[in-house]
């Protein structure tokens, strides 16, 4: 894999902040776009700009063979076994909204329960929560181990026959724990219940195979994973999709409109109401063949050594705190003792270094840290040694400086 190749391809890594080479560790909240997508998304509009399925002009025809192209490829990346299982949305936070509202509230009622765990984002806890109270179902959790990984054992305690809906994240976006969804899906399965996979950190950068998995929904976001923003995936297995109401209604996603009543498209057009997100769809299977052409397996390869050169490198700092489990995915959460990671992410900035600071919209995680924030550096295909090498010294300078303030 030809690290330096592959970042000639992504045009905003020549840019400088501050002054300084920009270090872009920042991917888990969006991940940069290589020529290859930009093109792609320029060249739909300069040359195929139509509504899609409606029209049967020129370009009608051009738009709406991209279109459904990109679900091809879509459906190849994940091994679906048919296009009607993939839907376009939004991102991750609308497929799983569409989860929550479609099957859930049509499928929970009294006394049934919900499993998570408190490593989720809010995008597949929030859902959860409002899907529970409006059908008196119970919200259940996984309990952690130390380490921020999640055992078996657990699951397989805290899973009952009550259980209806089981939803985890592939790899979490704040510990890099890669949890062990074939596993769990097994276990759900075996209680009657559905599994539920935020794969927002997951499809990006390792191989994902929905029928190995078994799990029956899995949700990711294009703009994690070289796509444009506002691009997403709802993939379903196709039993349930069938038996599942659209969240949205009006032109694109309808059979037959009478005055009093309507009938729907057939799948996957009918979960995808109104003007589609046509161009969005075309980047994102650019997106895909660029990353087919690295090879999955060849990111998530060179992924895990830098994951491992940043733990060795960051820990030879002294005052910083690392979280999460040895084997991890690749980003390390971390905070500088007396240092706000706020603060922390700033002073990174002014040497042109890019992190995340916040609670990474998982405050049930942070709480559970016994912390109210971290910074976070997150790696992509891109990144390399001696992006890890600024970072560990700009640390050093952060300290420096904040040791000199006080």
């Given at each position: ?5 592959i ?5 905003i890594?020549g ?24 093109d ?54 609308t497929s ?19 499993v ?53 994240t592939?790899?979490s ?5 890669v949890n062990?969804?074939?596993e769990m ?62 969240v ?35 980047g ?69 270094i ?8 998982a ?17 992509y295909?891109y ?24």
């Amino acid at each position: 894999m030809d690290v330096k190749a592959i970042r000639r391809e992504f045009p905003i890594l020549g840019e400088e902040i501050n002054g300084h080479p920009l270090v872009y560790l920042d991917s888990s909240a969006t991940s940069q776009k290589p020529k290859k997508v930009i093109d792609a998304v320029d060249t739909y509009y300069k040359t195929a700009n139509s509504n899609v399925h409606r029209g049967v002009h020129t370009l009608g025809s051009r738009a709406t063979d991209q279109y459904e192209g990109a679900r091809e490829k879509v459906r190849a990346f994940l091994n679906a076994n048919s296009t009607a299982e993939i839907i376009f949305t939004r991102g991750t936070t609308t497929s799983i909204n569409t989860i929550a509202y479609s099957y859930a509230r049509a499928n929970l009622q009294e006394g049934d329960e919900v499993v998570i765990n408190p490593m989720e984002h809010h995008s597949n806890l929030i859902p959860w929560q409002q899907a529970a109270k409006a059908c008196g179902a119970t919200l259940k959790y996984i309990p952690l181990q130390d380490d921020g990984t999640i055992s078996l054992e657990d699951v397989r305690t805290t899973v009952t026959s009550n259980t209806k809906i089981v939803a985890v994240t592939h790899v979490s976006n704040v510990l890099g724990t890669v949890n062990p969804v074939k596993e769990m899906a097994k276990i759900a399965h075996d209680h009657g219940a559905v599994v539920v996979v935020d794969g927002a950190q997951g499809a990006p950068h390792m191989k994902v195979d929905v029928n190995d998995l078994d799990c029956d929904f899995y949700a990711f976001s294009g703009h994690k994973m070289c796509a444009p923003t506002g691009i997403g995936v709802l993939y379903g297995k196709k039993e349930h999709l069938e038996t599942m109401e659209p969240v949205e209604f009006g032109g694109e996603m309808i059979d037959f409109v009478d005055l009093y009543d309507s009938t729907w498209k057939e799948l996957p057009w009918k979960f995808e109401g109104g003007t589609p997100i046509i161009a969005g769809a075309v980047g994102l299977g650019a997106a895909i063949d660029f990353l087919n052409d690295v090879g999955m397996n060849n990111i998530l390869e060179h992924e895990q050594k830098l994951a491992d050169y940043a733990m060795e490198k960051l820990r030879t700092i002294d005052d910083i705190t690392i979280y999460g489990p040895e084997k991890r995915a690749a980003l390390v959460t971390f905070n500088l003792d007396d240092v706000h990671p706020h603060d922390l992410a700033t002073v990174l900035d002014a040497d042109g270094i890019a992190v995340r600071a916040g609670h990474h919209c998982a405050q049930p995680l942070m709480k559970w840290l016994n912390v109210t924030a971290t910074a976070r550096a997150s790696f992509y295909l891109y990144n390399t040694e001696e992006d890890v090498d600024r970072l560990a010294d700009g640390l050093l300078k952060t300290k420096e400086f904040f040791g000199d303030v006080f």
